[in-house]
C-alpha cells in the first residue's frame, strides 16, 4: 500500500480569513454540500491529471478530529459562536478507482480540503481490498450475464417456458479463501425468473429460484463461470444434478402486491389517524439540529452508515458524542458450495446509506413528519440529491409512569412521548428499518426491524433440507443469520468515561452475612484495557459508562448511562472459516475501546471479498489500550439467527430488535416528573354495536396543563377534568 502526505491538515491564514469572512459557513458536522462535492472531485481529478479515466466511489465529509470539533461544539453550546469563530477545516474523503494508460486499475484514497483546494494525502490502496459496488456495476451485471454465452447455455440446460423473463439479483462475491492473494475483483448473482402466467415485472420472482450463479469479472465485465447449485434434501444435500428437467415446473406463484395477493385484501379495517392539531413539538434549525423535550443533537448521513447523531445532549449536559450504526453482516449457513461465500457486508459491501429509500409520507412514516435530505454522488462525481432518506416523528407509546393513591384515589399519569429518527434501506430481497429513539426520560433506544423476502434458492420436488425451510414448492429459503453492531462515543459529562460491568449474584447462605438466604450482592468490575465481553442475562449482566469524574450530589455514584445488553446468539460459523474470520466482531456482544478519528467500521474500512477482517474493532481490541477514564467507544454487536418460518413467505413480518441506553445516575431525580399529565380530549367511547361516540373531535383551543396548579379548594374550570384535582 503505496500513499503520499501531500500537505497539513493546519489551516492557511488565507484558509482562515476566508472562513471569518463568510456569512453563513456550513456548520462542521454538516453533509457535504453539492458544490462541495464537486470542488472535490475536481481536486481529485486534478490530481491525477495522467489517469484515463476516474471513477467515484465515494465522496463524503471527513469529519473533523475529535479535538478540533470540542471547542468549536462548546462555543455553540455556550452561545460564543459567531461567525467568525474559527472553524475545524472542511475536509472530504473520496475514495475512487484510476484508470491508467496501461489499462491497469487502482483503487485509490483521497483526503482533500475543499477550501483550499488542496490533496491532504493520497494512497494506493492495498490490491488484496477491493472497492464497495456501485449502482452502475449492479445495473450492468444482468446485462452482461443476459448476453454472456456461457450463461445462455447454462440456462437452455433448464428446459424453461418460451415466455420466461430471467431476474438476476447481483451479490457481493464473499470471502475470498487465501488472504495472501490478491484476488480478482469479482460479483456473483442469484437467478430467478418471472412468473410466467402473468409476467408481471412486480411479481415475487424469489417463489421461482433457478439453480444457477453467474459470476462475473468486474474488471473485464465478463461472466467467467456459472455455478450450478445442489437443489437435493435431507438425503442428497451434498449431490448436484437431482433436479427435475423442467426446472420451474413444480414451482407456484407466491404474491405480495395487492392486486395479485391470493384472495384478495382485507376489508374490515378502517382508519386509524395520528393528528397534531397544534404542530410538533420538536424544531429544526440548519436542516440538522434538532430540539426536542430538553434534548438537542444533529442529524447526519453519509452513504455507508445512513443516518448518524452527533453531539448529544439533554437538557444542557453531554450525552453522546456520536452515534451510528456501524455494520451488518448476514452469513448464511448452507454448507454446501457456492453457499460458504454467501454472506454480506451491507455497510462496507455496498453502503446502507446508497440502499436508502425515498420515504413515502403516511406509508413509511406517520403523523407530522419532518423528511431529511441527502446528497450523495454518482460514478462520474456528479452529487445527486436523495430526497426524504431520513424521517423524524413524534409518536406516543403507551404509559411513560403513573401512580395512585390509593388512600384519595387520585391518579397521576403521563403519556410517554418519544421523537424517533428512521431510514430505510432495500438490499435487493431485504428490508431493514433503522430507528433511533429519544424519550421525555432521558433513554435512548437503537431499533432495527427486518421484512423484505427472505433469500431463496431451489429445491426438489417433495423434498426437504436441513439447512433452510421449504417456504413454497420448490423454493428453499436457507438459514442465516443478520449481525448488527452499533457504535457509541460516548460523552457522559464530558469525554473521560469508564465502562463498568455489573452483575447481580445471591449471597452465600450463611448465619452471619444471609442468614435468611433472601440476600443478593451487587459485584462491579471496572474495564481497564480494551477488550470485547459476552452478555450474561443469567447475572443480570449490564454495562454502566460513567465519568469517574462526576458525582451524583445524592447517591455519590459517578453518573453514568446503562446498556443492556441485547443477549442475542453470535456468529455460528467455525472460528477457522473465512466467514467467521470476515466478521471478528460478531465474536463479542460488547466491546470497548479507545477512541481513534476516523475508526467507525466494525469490520474493517474493506469488507468487500475480504479474508479476515482487517482494523475492525476485533483489531482495536487487541492493542489492549487503556480504556479506564479516558476517550472510549462502545460497540454493542447483535442480531437475528433466522431460521425462515413458511409465515416469512412472500413478505416476512417485522422482525424487531431494541437496545436501551438509559440514565443510571445521571440525574437527582426522574427527569420526567416535569412531563404535564394533560388529558387527550381526542380520545372518544366506543359503543358496542355502533359507531364511535362523537366521532370527530373537538379541537381544544389550549393544551391542558393546568391541573398542576389546582387544590381541592380551587374554582375548577370546565376544562379541567376533575380527576386531575
Request: with cysteine; aromatic share 8%; net charge negative.
Amino acid at each position: 500500500m503505496r500513499s503520499e502526505n501531500l500537505g497539513s491538515v493546519t489551516q492557511t491564514v488565507s484558509e482562515k480569513l476566508n472562513i471569518r469572512l463568510s456569512t453563513q459557513p456550513p456548520h462542521p458536522l454538516a453533509q457535504l454540500a453539492t458544490e462541495e462535492i464537486h470542488s472535490a472531485r475536481d481536486i481529485v481529478r486534478h490530481a491525477r491529471s495522467t489517469a484515463l479515466s476516474v471513477v467515484f466511489r465515494t465522496i463524503t465529509l471527513e469529519e473533523p478530529a475529535k479535538a478540533t470539533l470540542i471547542p468549536f461544539l462548546a462555543a455553540e453550546h455556550s452561545g460564543r459562536l459567531t461567525p467568525r469563530t474559527e472553524r475545524p477545516p472542511r475536509l472530504a474523503r473520496v475514495l475512487y478507482d484510476v484508470i491508467l494508460p496501461d489499462k491497469s486499475l487502482d483503487f485509490c484514497d483521497s483526503l482533500v480540503n475543499i477550501a483550499t483546494g488542496q490533496e491532504i494525502s493520497y494512497e494506493v490502496v492495498d490490491k488484496k481490498f477491493h472497492s464497495p459496488m456501485n449502482a452502475d456495476e449492479i445495473a450492468l451485471f444482468p446485462k452482461v450475464a443476459m448476453a454472456s454465452p456461457i450463461f445462455k447455455a447454462a440456462l437452455a440446460e433448464l428446459s424453461l417456458p418460451e415466455n420466461i423473463n430471467i431476474v438476476i439479483d447481483p451479490w457481493m462475491y464473499g470471502g475470498w479463501e487465501n488472504p495472501e492473494e490478491n484476488s480478482p475483483y469479482y460479483m456473483q448473482g442469484l437467478v430467478y425468473a418471472r412468473d410466467p402466467k402473468t409476467n408481471n415485472p412486480d411479481s415475487n420472482h424469489y417463489a421461482f429460484p433457478l439453480p444457477l450463479i453467474p459470476v462475473m469479472d468486474m474488471k473485464t465485465s465478463q461472466i467467467v463461470r456459472v455455478d450450478r447449485l445442489a437443489t437435493g434434501g435431507r438425503n442428497d444435500g451434498h449431490d448436484y444434478q437431482t433436479g427435475p428437467k423442467e426446472a420451474l415446473a413444480h414451482c407456484k406463484a407466491s404474491e405480495y402486491i395487492p392486486e395479485l395477493v391470493e384472495g384478495g385484501l382485507r376489508q374490515d379495517l378502517k382508519p386509524l389517524n395520528i393528528i397534531q392539531p397544534y404542530g410538533p413539538s420538536f424544531t429544526v434549525t440548519d436542516n440538522s439540529l434538532v430540539e426536542w423535550q430538553k434534548w438537542r443533537f444533529r442529524v447526519g448521513f453519509n452513504p455507508r452508515e445512513g443516518a448518524t447523531i452527533h453531539d448529544l445532549c439533554y437538557d444542557g449536559r453531554n450525552v453522546l458524542y456520536r452515534l451510528s450504526f456501524s455494520e451488518m453482516s448476514v452469513p448464511y449457513g448452507d454448507p454446501r458450495a457456492p453457499f460458504h461465500r454467501k454472506q454480506a457486508f451491507d455497510f462496507g459491501d455496498g453502503g446502507a446509506g446508497r440502499a436508502a429509500n425515498n420515504l413515502e409520507l403516511g406509508c413509511d412514516c406517520l403523523g407530522l413528519i419532518k423528511y431529511f435530505d441527502a446528497v450523495m454522488n454518482d460514478t462520474t462525481g456528479t452529487g445527486v440529491v436523495s430526497k426524504n432518506v431520513i424521517c423524524m416523528h413524534e409518536e406516543d407509546d403507551g404509559i411513560l409512569w403513573k401512580h395512585t393513591n390509593y388512600r384519595t384515589s387520585r391518579a397521576v399519569v403521563t403519556r410517554n412521548r418519544k421523537l424517533i429518527i428512521q431510514f430505510i434501506i432495500t438490499l435487493a430481497n431485504y428490508e431493514y428499518i433503522f430507528a433511533y429513539h429519544f424519550d421525555q426520560a432521558g433513554g435512548i433506544m437503537i431499533e432495527t426491524r427486518a421484512t423484505g423476502v427472505v433469500s431463496t434458492v431451489p429445491i426438489d420436488p417433495g423434498k426437504t433440507s436441513p439447512w433452510g425451510n421449504v417456504v413454497s414448492p420448490g423454493v428453499l429459503a436457507q438459514n442465516h443469520q443478520h449481525l448488527f453492531c452499533v457504535r457509541i462515543d460516548p460523552a457522559i459529562d464530558g469525554h473521560k468515561n469508564t465502562v463498568i460491568q455489573e452483575e447481580s449474584h445471591p449471597l452465600p447462605y450463611t448465619p452471619e452475612l444471609n442468614p435468611y438466604g433472601n440476600g443478593y450482592e451487587v459485584r462491579q468490575t471496572i474495564l481497564e484495557k480494551s477488550c470485547g465481553v459476552n452478555a450474561a442475562p443469567q447475572n443480570g449482566r449490564i454495562f454502566k459508562i460513567v465519568n469517574p469524574n462526576v458525582r451524583n450530589p445524592i447517591s455519590g455514584r459517578p453518573v453514568g448511562y446503562k446498556l443492556v445488553p441485547s443477549p442475542t446468539q453470535l456468529t455460528l460459523a467455525h472460528p477457522d472459516s473465512v466467514m467467521a474470520k470476515r466478521m471478528g466482531y460478531a465474536n463479542h456482544h460488547i466491546w470497548v475501546t479507545k477512541h481513534m478519528d476516523g475508526k467507525f467500521w466494525a469490520a474493517g474500512q474493506f469488507t468487500n471479498q475480504s479474508s479476515v477482517e482487517c482494523g475492525g474493532v476485533k483489531d482495536m481490541a487487541e492493542r489492549e489500550d487503556d480504556i479506564d477514564n479516558e476517550d472510549i467507544v462502545v460497540w454493542h454487536t447483535f442480531g437475528l439467527t433466522h431460521n425462515p418460518r413458511i409465515e416469512d413467505f412472500p413478505v416476512m413480518p417485522v422482525e424487531i430488535h431494541r437496545i436501551d441506553l438509559k440514565p443510571a445516575d445521571f440525574f437527582s431525580r426522574n427527569p420526567a416528573i416535569d412531563v404535564p399529565s394533560s388529558k387527550n380530549l381526542a380520545s372518544k367511547l366506543h359503543n358496542v354495536g355502533g359507531f364511535v361516540n362523537g366521532f370527530i373531535a373537538e379541537i381544544p383551543q389550549k393544551p391542558d396543563v393546568e391541573h398542576r396548579t389546582l387544590s381541592t379548594n380551587d374554582e375548577v374550570p370546565k376544562s379541567v377534568r376533575k380527576c386531575c384535582v
